[in-house]
């Protein structure tokens, strides 16, 4: 198994950005696009790069048939108020502090979905009175939708054990709904089979399940949506404590856990409590997850888990977790290497992490983890800040991990553990190899003096090198080091 990493930190402390101004206008945005499955009956969401020069950048223009629509600090927008079924034009400008604009980034062309069947939970015979058990009267309101309806859970609390999404179907919680989990053990069975900490296994079902794991197979569920601006809610410790005491830890399932799906798109929610990890995706591809408030208390109560998955948009959201914020996985050995599905090209931008253990890519690396950014997030007093977290025993590949124009106040890479050690080994362990990679500010590939490197260490590992030279051209102070695996 080849094991050589190449890790691409491009740091920017204190947010100033990486490009220097430039004399005249900003320049275009680059790469406007819609985020996977972000489309809906009457909105559109965005997403594009910076300028190669962006230092002057105020803010961004969106225009929608040639007309001002809104305008953002951000690198995305999300357009409501448009019809079902129209077809629009978009591009984005840049604009500086003086008011000066870019020319226009590309334009591209998108549609709204058209208006599907609306199916009010009220209708199936559930009642948001905070004591009622919903889960039949939800789930036959979910099988009766046809393809590209919309299942609404209105203002109220409605209690319910698992639920079981299926395609091209719309999930909708409103303002002041809540999509309460139960505390009841047999609300979750019978057994499902997922993965958790990296081995596929039976566990409970989650609060909201959809697909079939299957690690050989395509997937087998598509186009689904959980949006509003309402509330899903676990079970928290109360049935956290029920799961370990019927299974086992790793019987406990997650909040909202979705296999071998293409095309998901969760956004909007307030979405907290979950008897363990808030959300995970296994075996899935084209996920945006956006404009979530995600908190947990519970042990290992991780906000989001992007795990053998791919495309993966994580935008707009806020973290406060008992576990890691963000935890990106690929299996354990033996098995996630013999499965050998990656996760790769995951973008986090705008993001706020409150509470945690941080920004993490593992410990479950063994199927390896590629191109990640992360960016204009704020990491605040995490734990552990931006970590990469695995054992000599994992394997795998970590390649192409970029952060740019955060706020980051630890960086750590670990590389013993004092749990989930269990698993026969890999043949070879990861983090091998002597691929350069950096925490800079001022964005150059490579260290241009390399005879000026000296041993130095990093917090959570040691026997690294840190360029010392004083005329190469590399940053300077300790929070701008040139290093070299």
């Known amino acids: 198994m080849k094991t050589n990493v190449a890790l691409l930190f491009c740091f920017c402390f204190g947010g100033m950005p990486l490009r220097a101004a430039s004399a005249g206008p900003p320049g275009s945005p680059l790469n406007l696009f819609v985020p996977p499955r972000t489309e809906s009956e009457g909105s559109i969401t965005l997403m594009w790069d910076k300028p190669e020069a962006y230092a002057d950048v105020a803010d961004y223009l969106i225009f929608c048939d040639g007309r001002q629509v809104a305008a953002t600090a951000k690198t995305n927008g999300t357009i409501d108020g448009l019809e079902p079924d129209h077809g629009h034009a978009f591009y984005v400008e840049a604009r500086d502090a003086q008011g000066r604009v870019s020319t226009p980034s590309k334009t591209i062309a998108v549609r709204t979905l058209p208006q599907g069947a609306r199916l009010n939970v009220l209708d199936y015979g559930a009642r948001g009175d905070g004591r009622t058990k919903n889960t039949a009267a939800i789930q036959k309101a979910i099988d009766a939708c046809p393809a590209g309806g919309v299942v609404e859970i209105p203002s109220g609390v409605f209690r319910s054990g698992a639920l079981f999404l299926k395609s091209d179907l719309t999930l909708l919680i409103d303002a002041g709904g809540v999509l309460q989990g139960t505390t009841d053990l047999a609300d979750y069975q019978p057994m499902i089979r997922n993965r958790f900490e990296g081995w596929e296994m039976d566990t409970f079902a989650s609060l909201i399940n959809a697909g079939r794991l299957d690690h050989a197979g395509p997937c087998n569920v598509r186009n689904i949506a959980i949006r509003g601006r309402g509330e899903i809610r676990g079970g928290g410790n109360a049935l956290a404590h029920a799961m370990i005491a019927a299974g086992g830890i790793r019987s406990r399932g997650r909040l909202i856990c979705i296999m071998n799906c293409s095309g998901l798109d969760i956004q909007g929610l307030t979405i907290d409590d979950p008897p363990c990890w808030t959300i995970q995706y296994i075996y899935s591809e084209k996920i945006s997850c956006h404009d979530l408030t995600i908190r947990s208390t519970v042990a290992n109560g991780d906000g989001m888990d992007p795990d053998s998955s791919t495309d993966c948009f994580i935008f707009n959201c806020s973290f406060s977790n008992g576990d890691d914020c963000i935890a990106i996985k690929s299996g354990k050995n033996p098995e996630g290497g013999q499965i050998g599905r990656p996760t790769e090209n995951v973008r986090i931008t705008d993001c706020t992490f409150l509470v945690g253990h941080g920004i993490s890519i593992g410990s479950e690396i063994s199927g390896s983890v590629r191109h990640v950014l992360v960016r204009d997030c704020d990491t605040g007093n995490l734990m552990n800040g931006l970590q990469i977290k695995g054992t000599p025993e994992r394997g795998g590949v970590i390649e192409d991990v970029r952060v740019q124009d955060c706020q980051v ?12 050690n269990d698993g026969a080994p890999a043949p ?29 260490s990093t917090t959570g590992g040691t026997g690294r090198e840190i360029c010392s030279s004083k005329t190469c051209g590399c940053p300077t102070g300790p929070a701008s080091k040139w290093i070299r695996a």
Not at 412 to 420: A, F, M, Q
């Open 409 to 420: 106040t630890k960086i750590r890479i670990l590389t013993k553990l004092g749990y989930n």
């Open 428 to 456: 070879e362990a990861p983090f091998s190899g002597t691929s350069p990679f950096r925490i800079s500010t001022c964005g150059k590939p490579a260290c241009p003096s390399r005879s000026s490197w000296s041993t130095g």
